[in-house]
Structure formats: C-alpha cells, structure tokens
C-alpha cells in the first residue's frame, strides 16, 4: 500500500479507460544513475587499459597530440556518454540497464513511448544538470517539480514511471493444511479493501515480529472470522493455523 | 456488485499473462502477424478490466497490476512513427532554416550580445593593455609573448565541472552550453555569450596589440564566419528557452517551456552537422602554414555566405521549393 499522496501519470487512452502510472522519485533516479555509472566506468576502466596496451607512455602520448586531436579526445569522451544513454533509452523501449535495473522508464508526458528525438535531448541537457557539482541542478529540480522531472526532462517533454512487480499469485495460491483449521463460515461478503488488508498481512506475515504476527492475526480472525468461542480458540492456538484459516477465508470468495 | 477479487483475477489472469507474455515478445521482435491481431484484442480487453478495476478495486494491487500492463501495452501500441532518412531530409531542407528565420529576433539579439561581448574584450585591452592579465587566460598570455600561435580552439567556456574532462575548450562544448543555459532564465546563455565574446575580443586585441594580428587572422579565417555564426545561432536558440521560463504567455510555464523548447532545439540539432564540417575545416586548413592567408580567407568568406544564404533561403515558399544546394 503507498501513500496516495505519490505523484502519478494520468493518461486518456482512446479506449477511454484512463490510465495513472507511478512517477518514479529521486531515489529511483539515484539508484538508475549509480547502476549506469558503474556500467560507464567499467567500459572507461576497459578502454583505458586497452589503450596502456598499445600505447606504453600515456601521458606522454597525450601531451604530444596536436590541439585538435586533443579536441576530437573530449569531444568523444562526451559522445561515448551521451551515445550510452541515448542508445539505450531508444533502443530498450525507454530504459537504461540501470533503469531497468531499477524498474522504472522513461516516457513522453503524454504516456507514449520516447522517440529518439526526446532521448536526444534530454541527455544532452545532463551537462547543465550535473552543474555546479554532483547534479546539483538536477536534484534541486525534481526535488521542485511535481512530476518529479530534471530540467533535461522538462525541455525534452519526458518523466520517469515507475514498473512495480506485482505478484498476483496471491489471489490465486490455494489455502494449505486446511484440514487442521475449523473451515471459514463465509457469512458475510468480504470487500475489496479488506480482501487486500489480508493479503498483504498474508505476504508480509513470514517476515513480522512473532509477536506482531500473532497479535495482527488475531485481529483480523476476530474482524473477518465469525467464528464461535471453540472454533476461535482452535484457529488461534499458532500463526500457522491463523494464517491458514485467513488464506482459506480468501479462498471462500471464489 | 462485482464478482470478488480472487475469483475475478482467476477468471481473467489468462488473458493478462498472454499479453504480457506477448509484449515482451514484441520488444524482442519477434511477432507475426497474426499475433499482433491478439495484441490487439488482450489489450482492449485489458483495458476493459482495468475500467472495472478502477470501479470496484481501486486502489487494490490487482488495479495497480492493470494499470501497469496497459501503461506497457499503451506504449507498445501507439508508438511514435520511426525517424526516416526523408524526414531528416526535410528538416535540413525547409525546417531548420524556417524554424530559423521564424526566430531571427533571438538569433539577432544573441548576435548583438556576443558582439557587444567582442567590443567590450577588445577595448578593454587596446585601452588598457595589462587589462589582458584579467581576461586572457595565462597559457595563451605566455604563447602570445612568445609569438607563436597555439593552434587549440579559440573559443573556450568552461562549466565548472570535469565531465568532459578538464579541458573544455571545443566547440560542442560551447554550443551545449550556450544553448541549455539557456535553461537558466536565459541568464546562462546571456553570460556565455558575453563571456565568449570578451574572450574572443581580448584574445584579438591582445595579438593585434603584439603585432600578431595577420597570425590570427591566418588562423580564424577559414573557420570563424561559420563557427562564430553556429554559437550565435546556440545562443538564441538558449534566449528562446529563457524567453519561455520568463513570459510564457497564456501557458503556464512548463508547457510553454515544451513547446519553445522543442523549436529550439530543432535549431541546435540543425547546427550540428555544419559545426562538425567546420570542424573538420578547423582541423586540417586553418593551422599551419600549407594554404596561404588569402586562400584561407577567401574559403572562410565563401563559406560563411553560404551558410548564411542556406539559412535565409531554403525552404522560403512552397514546400516544393528546392532550396539552395
């Protein structure tokens, strides 16, 4: 569950059903980025050590170079950069292996997928948004704007949403050791809202405190059970039985 | 009432997983025909779901889930038609230099700026010689002394940061930054082409002052009328972007930024190609001594002119129209 306060993506389809995809924050943006840069180094760290392999004396060789030569140098150090980002953006369908990494992609504002044209641009306005230091710009604009954009962002007409994995299997998972647990009477109607509370009370369970667990479980076993006095204290006597009997009550509302 | 969570997702999951399955496949290449029919079809269908979804699930991961897979099949759908060689085409042939001449005020007031630049450098030493100790960087002071030419890039800015390694003097360098500056109310690409032009102004002062001006000459005269032209050019383009963060008009901002932004980039992007020929001209003509001064300045000349007489020419009228060539 998060918060509803999280920006979002609203976009009409022609189908007339409208979609709202998650706007991915500075944190996923950071964490892309490192993935990125580790990938960029690697291949700086491999090249630099293929050249020491033909050229023994590098800055040697470096001072010797003419001016434009030594130009051509930055140039491409730049254009290996920019050529990285844009490459993989248009040809992955909008991500980076850092971003895929992640889980998030870049698409127009209006949803559709980014062309070359806006991949373009947007990297190359990184320059001005790794100014003065660190991003600094950059940071300073998607912690401002309300999609969460850096300025390459706002000038090329792109953000950043987010791809969150969702397990379905959990709607779907059939109950185990049913036997032991007294079977869910089912009287009343379950809502949508509370089918979810019990679900991810479900998913995180293995991971709770024994005693969150237990006391968590039996709040939701007295609020969705109704069961009497025997059958509470069989389906309470551990975690597993509650647990069980829950995923059974779920089950119910084939 | 809806029929409950589980059993709707038992029901249509199916389906979900076969769109899925058959997007990623899409992104690998690998479709037929016939599949891409289906695709079609899951996706309505999708869409469908997430319509109820939104009405009795909402906020739900089975409505989140749904969102999520027509976000992606959305996406798959209606992708932007594929840049082609025509297009590319068109734009050099009637778009630049349209999207230029709709904008020339920019491109006038950015060259006004980087003159004003140029005088200022230049007066300021011819009056004041030691003022050059100020604005003329010391390894180019101690060249000059020397009397040599350095044969690097004449033009230089340098945005504080070591991302493109710590000698920012090329030219792309300067045209990224004139022009995204620009980002900065227009205050970027104000000082960037002040600071250029006071730079360049200093520079020629200074070697007119030591009695170098025929070596400059020598040296900018191939590539300076288009170079100097690419970076006005940036520089309005940057004005544009600063225009629209300042007086969006009826928009509001970030709109109106998108939207001049977009005709201003298509000015940086058309600049691209003639920035790297001059370059190439930058590189093998303009130093030493192979071609004489007067062949050099007469292909700077021509050059310019005809850059200037695409610019203003090609595309004018009937989409038709071939343009000069």
Redesign the interface.
């Known amino acids: 569950m998060d918060s509803a306060a999280s920006p979002s993506l609203d976009v009409a389809t022609p189908e007339r059903v409208s979609l709202s995809l998650p706007v991915a924050g500075i944190g996923y943006r950071c964490l892309a980025y490192l993935a990125d840069l580790c990938l960029l180094f690697l291949f700086w760290i491999v090249a630099y050590f293929t050249f020491t392999l033909m050229v023994s004396d590098v800055l040697g060789f470096l001072k010797g170079l003419s001016g434009f030569t030594r130009t051509l140098m930055v140039v491409g150090v730049f254009a290996t950069q920019w050529v990285y980002w844009t490459l993989a953006e248009v040809l992955m369908g909008g991500q980076t292996p850092g971003k895929r990494l992640v889980g998030i992609r870049v698409v127009r504002v209006d949803g559709s997928p980014v062309g070359v044209l806006e991949s373009a641009v947007r990297n190359l306005v990184r320059l001005v948004d790794s100014l003065p230091f660190v991003y600094a710009i950059g940071i300073l604009s998607v912690l401002l704007t309300r999609q969460h954009q850096r300025l390459g962002d706002i000038l090329a007409g792109t953000l950043l949403v987010r791809e969150e994995r969702i397990d379905l299997d959990k709607y779907t998972t059939p109950a185990t050791e049913a036997s032991a647990v007294p079977a869910p009477a089912g009287s009343v109607r379950l809502a949508s809202e509370d089918l979810e509370l019990i679900l991810s009370f479900l998913t995180r369970a293995p991971g709770l405190e024994p005693a969150a667990r237990t006391r968590l479980g039996t709040k939701l076993v007295e609020r969705y059970g109704g069961l009497d006095e025997a059958e509470r204290a069989a389906v309470l006597a551990s975690p597993a039985t509650i647990e069980a009997f829950l995923r059974a009550r779920v089950q119910t509302e084939r | ?1 809806a029929a ?4 709707f ?2 029901r249509r ?1 199916p389906d ?1 997983d076969a769109l899925k399955d058959l997007l990623d496949r899409q ?1 690998a290449g690998s479709l037929r025909l016939e599949e891409l029919r289906t695709l079609d079809v899951l ?2 269908r999708a ?2 779901d ?2 109820l979804a ?1 009405t ?2 909402a ?4 409505h ?2 749904l ?2 897979l ?3 099949a ?3 759908i ?3 038609p594929r ?1 082609r060689l025509a297009s590319t085409l068109a734009f050099f042939r009637h778009d630049f230099p349209r999207a230029l001449r709709a904008n020339g005020a920019f491109v006038a007031a950015s060259a006004g700026l980087f003159l004003l630049g140029i005088l200022l450098g230049a007066v300021v030493v011819l009056l004041e010689p030691r003022g050059a100790e100020l604005l003329v960087p010391e390894n180019l002071r101690d060249s000059i002394a020397r009397k040599e030419m ?4 004449i033009l230089s800015v340098s ?3 070591a ?3 710590g ?7 300067v045209l ?2 004139t022009f ?2 620009g ?1 900065l109310l227009g205050l ?1 690409t104000v000082f960037a082409l002040l600071n250029n032009g006071v730079h360049l102004g200093s520079v020629a002062a200074l070697c007119v002052h030591e009695g170098m001006g025929p070596k400059l000459f020598d040296f900018i005269a191939a590539h300076g009328p288009v170079e100097l032209s690419i970076i006005v050019i940036a520089g309005g383009a940057g004005l544009m ?1 600063g225009q629209a963060l300042i007086d969006p008009g009826e928009l509001p901002r ?1 709109q109106a ?2 939207r001049r ?2 005709e201003a ?1 298509k000015l940086v ?1 058309g600049c691209a190609p003639f920035l790297a020929l001059i ?1 190439v001209v ?2 093998f003509v303009s ?1 030493g001594d192979f071609f004489p001064s007067w062949v050099k300045g007469l292909l700077g000349l021509a050059l310019g002119a005809f850059f200037w007489l695409y610019l203003l020419r090609a595309g004018r009228g009937e989409a038709t129209s071939r343009g000069v060539s």
């Open positions: 009432m409950p969570l589980p059993a997702v038992a999951r979900w992104r996706y309505r869409a469908s997430l319509a939104q009795f699930y906020g739900t991961d089975v989140r889930f969102n999520q027509c976000g992606q959305y996406a798959a209606y992708q932007p840049e350095w044969t690097d890039g945005p504080p940061n991302v493109a390694s000698i920012a003097t090329n030219n792309l360098t990224i930054v995204a500056s980002l970027g972007v970030a930024l998108a932004g977009r980039v992007l370059a930058e590189g130093p």
